[in-house]
């Protein structure tokens, strides 16, 4: 039962991911239970597909240098709290990275953002979550980058719709 194991949340450090960590926290808060957070990146490997890309070695150590400095102060900032929050750089392909240490990690639940994209963007860029959401063993829930900053669990949000305020269910007819 993911009650009683670790919560995982992705996060690339946009606004999504922030709501997401946000809601994994409270998710850990009121279970008692561990809170994990993984940032996974993946490095271009080509420029097109006739030119091999080289990484510079710098320029490689740079970016997991920039990325474990924003890792560490989102956990920072979800410590803060006084929960224990571990925080683990991946890298690798996005999904495969986060499916692989929820496993590692025994996760529960994953929690992560989308941005909620549709259309071309999501077909040029892919969408990490749903792969996630496919694949996974395990629930995940996602908070969309338009509801990211109402997110809340105990309801505390000022727009959060509460059953009294909710439309009445269609009649079927």
Not at 18 to 40: K, Q
């Amino acid at each position: 039962m993911w009650l009683t194991k670790k919560i995982l949340v992705a996060t690339d450090f946009a606004e999504p991911s922030r709501a997401a960590a946000d809601v994994g926290l409270e998710l850990a808060e009121t279970f008692h239970v561990p809170l994990v957070l993984v940032h996974a990146y993946q490095l271009p490997s080509y420029v097109y597909t006739s030119v091999p890309f080289v990484p510079v070695r710098d320029y490689l150590q740079a970016y997991e240098e920039g990325a474990r400095e924003f890792l560490e102060k989102e956990k920072s900032r979800l410590a803060g709290n006084g929960m224990d929050v571990v925080a683990i750089l991946r890298e690798g392909t996005p999904w495969e990275e986060v499916l692989s240490t929820a496993k590692q990690v025994d996760a529960g639940l994953v929690v992560m953002g989308t941005h909620g994209r549709h259309g071309l963007p999501r077909a040029l860029l892919g969408s990490v979550a749903e792969k996630v959401v496919r694949l996974s063993p395990i629930p995940v829930l996602t908070i969309h980058g338009a509801d990211a900053s109402h997110a809340t669990v105990r309801g505390n949000a000022k727009n959060d719709v509460r059953p009294q305020d909710a439309p009445p269910a269609p009649s079927g007819r």
